[in-house]
T-cell receptor, first 109, second 111 residues
Framework: DAKTTQPNSMESNEEEPVHLPCNHS???????IHWYRQLPSQGPEYVIH???SNVNNRMASLAIAEDRKSSTLILHRATLRDAAVYYC??????????FGKGTRLHILP | NAGVTQTPKFQVLKTGQSMTLQCAQD?????MYWYRQDPGMGLRLIYY???????DKGEVPNGYNVSRLNKREFSLRLESAAPSQTSVYFC??????????FGDGTRLSIL
């Protein structure tokens, strides 16, 4: 079973920030936190990852709680093209990668 | 740089037929994965390979076999296709703690 839990779906208005939460209740010290998204009719694509510190890239920001039991993917200004299913994963180089059901993000124009 | 290439992109089979889905990566990654995704559902891990010559079962391995003969290629075989195996199949490659890279998928229909 997937090791992370996420809300099934969320809604946001276009051009507003979106905060997507993820719980990592069983994360270990060597697990990285990865986020992927899957646009309609496409394969998953990488969004961002981190270990302990908050991370920023051109797509999003990742905020990681101090105890690493939760993380938040932040889309600063959502567009209609950001409508997708977002997955968070605890990734360990020595273990297989199992996806959960993810959060389906709806963007309202 | 192609990344992860899956062939074929589409396939229709009759129940009982066999076929092999091919996956190749040019990123020199050690780990490779096969997932299936049914309509409206998430990805489910079928098999994965941590390195050349090794394979392990995932969440839903029944009805499938895999082969990792070299670092670059990881194939998925259906020996006797069943309608329940109608799905979109994704291959992925990954190295160390770096992100997974996915292929474009193979859309498989079994009649």
């Amino acid at each position: 079973d997937a090791k992370t839990t996420q809300p099934n779906s969320m809604e946001s208005n276009e051009e507003e920030p979106v905060h997507l939460p993820c719980n990592h209740s069983t994360i270990s010290g060597t697990d990285y936190i990865h986020w992927y998204r899957q646009l309609p009719s496409q394969g998953p694509e990488y969004v961002i990852h981190g270990l302990t510190s908050n991370v920023n890239n051109r797509m999003a920001s990742l905020a990681i709680a101090e105890d690493r039991k939760s993380s938040t993917l932040i889309l600063h200004r959502a567009t209609l093209r950001d409508a997708a299913v977002y997955y968070c994963i605890d990734m360990n180089r020595d273990d297989k990668i199992i996806f959960g059901k993810g959060t389906r993000l709806h963007i309202l124009p | 740089n192609a990344g992860v290439t899956q062939t074929p992109k589409f396939q229709v089979l009759k129940t009982g037929q066999s076929m092999t889905l091919q996956c190749a990566q040019d990123m020199n990654h050690n780990s490779m994965y096969w997932y299936r995704q049914d309509p409206g559902m998430g990805l489910r891990l079928i098999y994965y390979s941590a390195s050349e010559g090794t394979t392990d079962k995932g969440e839903v391995p029944n009805g499938y076999n895999v082969s990792r003969l070299n670092k670059r290629e990881f194939s998925l075989r259906l020996e006797s296709a069943a309608p329940s195996q109608t799905s979109v199949y994704f291959c992925a490659a990954q190295g160390g703690n770096q992100p997974q890279h996915f292929g474009d998928g193979t859309r498989l229909s079994i009649l």
